[in-house]
Structure formats: C-alpha cells, structure tokens
Antibody, heavy 117, light 110 residues
Framework: EVQLVESGGGLVQPGGSLRLSCTVSGFPFSTYWMSWFRQAPGKGLEWVANIKQDGSEKYYLDSVKGRFTISRDNAENSLYLQMNSLRAEDAAVYYC??????????WGQGTLVTVSS | QSVLTQPPSVSAAPGQKVTISCSGSSSNIGNNYVSWYQQLPGTAPKLLIHENNKRPSGIPDRFSGSKSGTSATLGITGLQTGDEADYYCGTWDTSLSAGVFGGGTKLTVL
C-alpha cells in the first residue's frame, strides 16, 4: 500500500523557520519526482515545489523562491521542505505527493503550518 | 488569482450529468497534459483523471476528461451525493516552470 506521511508542521512566528518531512512507503521512492503542495484555510490547492528523482532538478513557486528549499533522501525514503523567513501568507496545510509526468498520483494527509505571533 | 480558470460552483440533481471547465493558455494546457483532482471535505486531494482523459485504477467510468486547445473539461455522469466535493484541474506551465492549478469548483448534488 502506498503511504505518504507528512510531519513537522506547527506554530511559528513570522520570520521563523520550519522543516517539513514526508516519509513514504509502498512504492519505489527513488524512481519518482516528488512535489509539495499547500492549501490555505478555505482556499484552493497551490503547487509549491518539486524535485527530480536524484535531486538534480528543482522547481519552485515564485513566491517561495529563495525562502523554501526542497530536498530528498532516497536512502531514507524521505522528502523535505525547509521553510525560512515564513510569512502569514505561508500558513496552510502542506501536502507531499508523487509527481508522475504531468500529474500527482498519491498524496499524504497533510501537515498544518500556522504562522502567527 | 489562479493561472487556470474554473467556475466556482456547479450543481445538478442526483443521477444527472455535470461538466466542469478549466481554461488556460498555450504555455500550460495548450502544450501539456491536464489532470483532475477530487477533494472531499476534510481530506487530501485524490487523482481522478490524468493525461487529459485517463482514469487511474479504481476511478469509475462515470468520470471522464477531455481537452481541446487551451481548455479542458471534467464530466461526471450518474451524479451521487457522495460526489459532492471540490474539483481541481492542474497542469505544468512551461513558461513559469511551475505546476499550476485552477481555483477549484465546488460541486453540489441537489
């Protein structure tokens, strides 16, 4: 069974940092591109970033470039999102997902990030 | 403001058919595959359609997808109350080098 489990969310002050993790099982993680998404309360889905199988290519949403870093550890079957200089508008549920060619087939249950003083 | 444009809401009676449109441009829908996602209240999104019109295993054939030019459409036939959810279209934008989604369409089965 394919499973993706996000963790690391929580309450952080504006300007602070958080590192999200996504631990996967049930499929060959090292063969998939992976993506992070977010969904602010009551809002739509927003793609945040993705990373190639070997980590050699990464792409980001414009509003997070220079602040967020996506990475992965294929030996640990884990995906990460380092989030720095957090803003109120970054508050959302963050999802990780497998990224096949042009679509996102398996999703985690999400982890909530709250940015507030 | 989302890169892809969807109607905010659609509704229809049980057993009827509904379509949800998704409009983009040549840099996204026009030159890339479109996928569709269903998000039931309080849950993670679920892939419904990929590569414009392909259904993953387990998705009933009541759900269909099509694409023409810079627009795509999700069709749902034989509506059930359990289909009440938010539906999102998504694709890659070659100019932005980013994934892009529509703002979502809330389906109400009256």
């Amino acid at each position: 069974e394919v499973q993706l489990v996000e963790s690391g969310g929580g309450l952080v002050q504006p300007g602070g940092s958080l590192r999200l993790s996504c631990t996967v099982s049930g499929f060959p993680f090292s063969t998939y591109w992976m993506s992070w998404f977010r969904q602010a309360p009551g809002k739509g889905l927003e793609w945040v970033a993705n990373i190639k199988q070997d980590g050699s290519e990464k792409y980001y949403l414009d509003s997070v470039k220079g602040r967020f870093t996506i990475s992965r550890d294929n030996a640990e079957n884990s995906l990460y999102l380092q989030m720095n200089s957090l803003r109120a508008e970054d508050a959302a549920v963050y999802y990780c997902a497998t990224n096949s060619i042009g679509f996102f087939d398996s999703w985690g249950q999400g982890t909530l990030v709250t940015v507030s003083s | 403001q989302s890169v892809l444009t969807q109607p905010p809401s659609v509704s229809a009676a049980p057993g009827q058919k509904v379509t949800i449109s998704c409009s983009g441009s040549s840099s996204n829908i026009g030159n890339n595959y479109v996928s569709w996602y269903q998000q039931l209240p309080g849950t993670a999104p679920k892939l419904l359609i990929h590569e414009n019109n392909k259904r993953p295993s387990g998705i009933p054939d009541r759900f269909s997808g099509s694409k023409s030019g810079t627009s795509a459409t999700l069709g749902i036939t034989g509506l059930q109350t359990g289909d009440e959810a938010d539906y999102y279209c998504g694709t890659w934008d070659t100019s932005l080098s980013a994934g892009v989604f529509g703002g979502g369409t809330k389906l109400t089965v009256l």
